[in-house]
């Protein structure tokens, strides 16, 4: 297991349970400024999560297979608890959202002024921009998020390359260390196998001389 990644993981799981028990608290609040604070607090929050799940993937993906599969299976979970927070607060967001809508209706049912629409036009103005913005971001934050991983698997498949090149070596290493072992052992049995020849030679030739010596000496 990464520790790198059990670090990510404990702040996410805190995280987390901040995030559910900050979404039900905000719903009881009365609206105002402490509401809209404490929904900035929520999305800051998720954003944070969001950036905590990209580290995890990252993390998981740069680790053995064995593990990365692992992680990743814990990744899901993860992401699946992430998507429930941002529909919670999605949920209860455009519940205060429809509720103020209703409220302004009921000051005038029959009227709408022209400030009231300018209002209105410039509200579905500027969320429109907000939401392009973040399509916008979450285009990049994705072509960033698949750069990195095809970046981490690419050094993955290096390092395994690698060490796969060192398995390699080390059986090299071992062969030739092999290798020296024999032939050290056949050296010694040819110097051994020379001292017996050069022994037989010299017997042979004393036996000889002595021979010729105990003919000789008889005629």
Same mark, same amino acid.
């Given at each position: 297991? %990464?520790? #790198?990644?059990?670090?990510?993981?404990?702040?996410?799981?805190?995280?987390?349970?901040?995030?559910?028990?900050?979404?039900?608290?905000?719903?009881?609040?009365?609206? +105002?400024?402490?509401?809209?604070?404490?929904? %900035?607090?929520?999305?800051?929050?998720?954003?944070?999560?969001?950036?905590?799940?990209?580290?995890?993937?990252?993390?998981?993906?740069?680790?053995?297979?064995?593990v990365k599969a692992m992680l990743?299976?814990?990744?899901?979970?993860? &992401? /699946?608890?992430?998507? &429930?927070?941002?529909?919670?607060?999605?949920? $209860?967001? %455009? /519940?205060?959202?429809?509720?103020?809508?209703?409220? /302004?209706?009921?000051?005038?049912?029959? #009227? =709408? @002024?022209?400030?009231q629409r300018e209002r209105l036009?410039?509200? =579905?103005?500027?969320?429109?921009?907000?939401?392009?913005?973040?399509?916008? @971001? !979450? !285009? $990049?934050?994705?072509?960033?998020?698949?750069?990195?991983?095809? *970046? $981490?698997?690419?050094?993955?498949?290096?390092?395994?390359?690698?060490?796969?090149? !060192?398995?390699?070596?080390?059986? =090299?290493?071992?062969?030739?260390?092999?290798?020296?072992? #024999?032939?050290?052992?056949?050296?010694?049995?040819?110097?051994?196998?020379?001292? *017996?020849? +050069?022994?037989?030679? #010299?017997?042979? $030739?004393?036996?000889? *001389?002595? *021979?010729?010596?105990?003919?000789?000496?008889?005629?």
């Open positions: 297991m %990464s520790e #790198v990644f059990e670090g990510y993981e404990r702040q996410y799981c805190e995280l987390s349970t901040n995030l559910s028990r900050k979404c039900s608290s905000a719903s009881l609040l009365p609206d +105002g400024d402490q509401k809209k604070e404490k929904y %900035s607090e929520i999305q800051s929050g998720l954003d944070d999560a969001d950036a905590l799940i990209r580290k995890m993937d990252l993390e998981a993906r740069s680790l053995q297979p064995n990743l299976a814990k990744l899901r979970e993860y &992401k /699946s608890d992430l998507n &429930k927070l941002k529909r919670e607060f999605k949920r $209860v967001s %455009s /519940s205060d959202a429809h509720e103020e809508l209703l409220e /302004s209706g009921k000051a005038d049912p029959n #009227v =709408v @002024s022209g400030e036009a410039m509200s =579905v103005e500027r969320i429109n921009q907000s939401g392009e913005r973040i399509r916008e @971001s !979450r !285009r $990049v934050m994705l072509e960033t998020e698949e750069l990195g991983i095809s *970046i $981490v698997e690419d050094l993955n498949q290096q390092r395994e390359t690698l060490l796969n090149s !060192r398995n390699k070596l080390h059986g =090299v290493d071992d062969a030739i260390s092999k290798s020296k072992k #024999v032939l050290s052992s056949m050296s010694r049995r040819m110097t051994r196998n020379k001292w *017996i020849v +050069g022994s037989i030679i #010299v017997a042979l $030739v004393i036996a000889i *001389i002595f *021979i010729l010596f105990y003919k000789l000496s008889h005629h």
